[in-house]
């Protein structure tokens, strides 16, 4: 699942490198697999998005959005796009291939699963595109005090772990467990800790950990568009006072990250 500071450096970093394209066509592969999930039939994408031009990239909860005048395109859990240069050669199991008239191309391959989705604006049905528009980020100011504590007041929540509150039904779009790792560990609590058992301290403290490292992450992280994500957060822990403790999920990224094939495995790298 791309977590919420993924999804905020990938929009960066189509702003940056894809604003004013146009689009040439699409390509969708031969064979798709199984679990690379389109938006009706995918081989009428090309039609619909050829010749529109690139107007930027938004983050909305766990999904990227590039829009294009006034077509969309949406990636969502395990799809992974990487941008290539015209003299590059592409990424054979690409499940979408964006061509643009400069000769460059965008290529979105599926790591477990993911949807790829190409529509008009107003033309996507789909419940987690809506809430994750509807509901406030942790980036954002509407998230506030206010706004949190709502989210304790069903009395499902209080029979709930930790865990389950922060990554479950949608309470926070985009928050999934690598990020849930670094609130609760910057938190001090227990991810089988009862929500009903936390004092207003722990609430508290929980919340001031959701807002420092959703935004911490994507603050410090952006970086060259030939490095990738993952490697920026390991070379930002190094380098920033502004991570003063270092998490579970970073130690294994910093353990994995010379085992992991850069070329397809993450984000306009």
Known sequence: MIEIPEVVVLADQINESMAGKRIKGIKIPRSPGRFSFYLGDPNDYDTLMR?????????IGGMVEIMADDKRIVFSDGAIPRQFDRNEEPNRKSQLTIEFSDGSFLCVGIQLYGGLWCFSQGGFDNIYYSVAQE???????????????????????????????????????????????????????????????????DRQRLLNSIKTCSRTWPTTVVGKLKETCLEKLVNTRRKSEELPMVSPALDAAETLRDKIIWGQDLLLS
């Open 51 to 59: 010749d529109s031009y690139i107007c930027g990239g938004r983050a």
């Open 135 to 201: 509901k406030p980020s942790p980036l954002h100011s509407d998230f506030d005090k206010s706004y949190y504590l709502r989210l304790f007041e069903t009395e499902k929540s209080e029979k709930l772990s930790l865990k389950a509150f922060l990554a479950t039904e949608q309470r926070i779009p985009g928050l999934g467990n690598g990020t849930l790792q670094d609130i609760l560990w910057t938190a001090e609590l227990h991810p089988k800790a009862k929500v009903g058992s936390l004092s207003s301290d």
